[in-house]
């Protein structure tokens, strides 16, 4: 998730069932489009980002050029995944033909006839085979697929560089332990008014998603094994709250303004004046790129004390009502803009031009495969940062295990919100009474799953 990534909620997801159907299309001809056709597709950058925003729209005039008859409309909803109007749009039928899907909505989108089996077209993905194996796996159900990964990721602690200096703490040296990072916080916050050491959501289902980062990286987890019980109400539960309570309460480093959903702490993270958040790369290319974060102020390190880290990601998929002739130009709409080196958004030239932070290990879904060794190499050639700054994060996500989100996570995610949201917002917060009544609420909506 994103954030990355805007979040959505699934609670809708079943009431378009029957208002889109599964069938597949027969196969496209090969060769160019046979015909015209216009294809909606999701994810333009939104005007705020003009030179992101211009770069979206010459990607689009290149395509079309290559692809005669081919017309391309671009929705600029900015985040992408937004869970006021994805739900919605989907239930009513009003998803784009090439829509973007967050990981923990897959399993929701396909199962319910959603998203179009694209089995027989994948070859239209020219790389596709260097796609790494379980990012194409969570996109397969019973052998068919449905989706072309976009984005892999693991979460570690972006922090402010600059911050880290004025506060007389090495950046070269980030912290390893939650205690260091108790400690940068308080030196952080205490370089004046407004200056926030540590940065955390509390709601719009971004607390139960940070929560749930931290837990993993403690060693435990969000239900049982079987995913039919809550597991969050442990010691490591404990601890996440615990250490979130008194370092907004006793240290006084988080500041006193609750953040509830993804922009919130963003924008703020951009502002200059918060010094460290959990998250994956790609926090610093959003915070430069959309808000206005200076590119050499950020690094980012591995996952303190990590036993785990939270592995997230999301996938285009293609609406079930497409015809054979969209579905072929919203593949190579795919392969174009968001699959091939040197192009599109791995037009790391282009994104130094135009002043992005070239050079952050924001997607690992090539893994290290020819075409991720070629990402590589093309994104060190044009690097407008130093790269040294994320070699820590390099080094541990190489060696932390991912762990992939928990079944349901959007709306447990909803339900952690409220001991996020308590501990941070009331200093009485009885954190034993919080865990226990998320954990009633959680096995009641799994009794319900079935």
């Known amino acids: 998730m994103r954030r990355s990534t805007g979040l959505v909620l699934v609670t809708v997801l079943g009431l378009a069932a029957t208002a889109c159907g599964s069938g597949e299309p027969a196969a496209p001809a090969a060769g160019g ?63 784009e033909t090439v829509f973007v899907v967050p990981v923990t909505n897959y399993n929701d989108v396909i199962s319910q006839g959603q998203a ?17 194996t379980d990012a194409r796996e969570l996109v397969t159900k ?6 072309v ?23 070269d040296n980030p912290p390893k332990t939650w205690a260091e990072v108790r400690d940068a916080a308080k030196k952080i916050a205490g370089l004046g008014p407004g200056y926030v050491g540590y940065g955390e959501y509390s709601g719009g289902n971004t607390g139960g998603w940070h929560f749930t980062q931290a837990i993993y990286g403690r060693g ?80 980012i390190t591995g996952f303190p004390e990590a036993k785990a880290s939270l592995s997230g990601g999301e996938a285009y998929m293609i609406n079930p009502k497409a015809t054979p002739e969209e579905v072929k130009a919203g593949l190579e709409w795919v392969d174009f803009r968001f699959n091939t080196v040197g192009k599109g958004r791995f037009d790391f030239a282009r994104g130094k031009a135009i002043g992005n932070p070239v050079g952050v290990p ?72 919080l865990l226990a009544d998320a954990e009633t609420k959680v096995n009641n909506l799994l009794a319900a799953k079935g």
């Open 362 to 433: 924001d997607n690992a879904v090539f893994g290290d495969s020819p075409t991720g060794q070629a990402l590589q190499a093309d994104r060190v050639k044009n690097a407008s940062l130093p790269v040294e700054n994320y070699q820590t994060y390099v080094d541990a996500a190489a060696t932390i295990p991912p762990k992939a989100e928990p079944a349901h996570a959007q709306e447990i995610y909803a339900v952690l919100d409220v001991p996020m949201s308590a501990v941070l917002s009331r200093k009485d917060a009885n954190i034993d009474e």
């Open 149 to 171: 990964p976009n984005v892999l990721y693991s979460v570690g602690l972006v922090y402010n560089r600059a911050l880290f200096t004025q506060a007389g703490l090495d950046p």
């Open 33 to 95: 489009s046979a015909q015209a056709v216009t294809i909606t597709v999701a994810c333009q950058p939104a005007k705020t980002a003009p030179k992101e925003r211009q770069a979206w729209d010459d990607d689009v005039a290149t395509f079309m050029k290559e692809h005669p008859g081919v017309t391309v409309k671009s929705t600029d909803q900015q985040p992408c995944f937004d869970p006021k109007t994805f739900g919605p749009k989907l239930a009513g039928g009003q998803m």
């Open 220 to 299: 435990g987890d969000i239900l049982t094994p079987d995913n039919s019980k809550a597991a969050f109400n442990s010691p490591e539960g404990k601890a996440v709250l615990q250490t979130l309570h008194d370092m907004r309460w006793v240290d006084n480093s988080m500041g006193n303004k609750l953040l509830i959903g993804w922009e919130s702490l963003m924008v703020a993270m951009g502002g200059g004046k918060v010094g460290m958040m959990l998250g994956a790369p790609d926090v610093v290319t959003d915070v430069v790129t959309k808000f206005k974060g200076k590119v050499s102020d950020y690094g």
């Open 116 to 132: 179009l089996d694209i089995t027989q077209h994948t070859g239209l993905v020219k790389n596709w085979n260097d796609l790494r």
């Open 142 to 147: 019973d052998g068919k697929v449905y989706g």
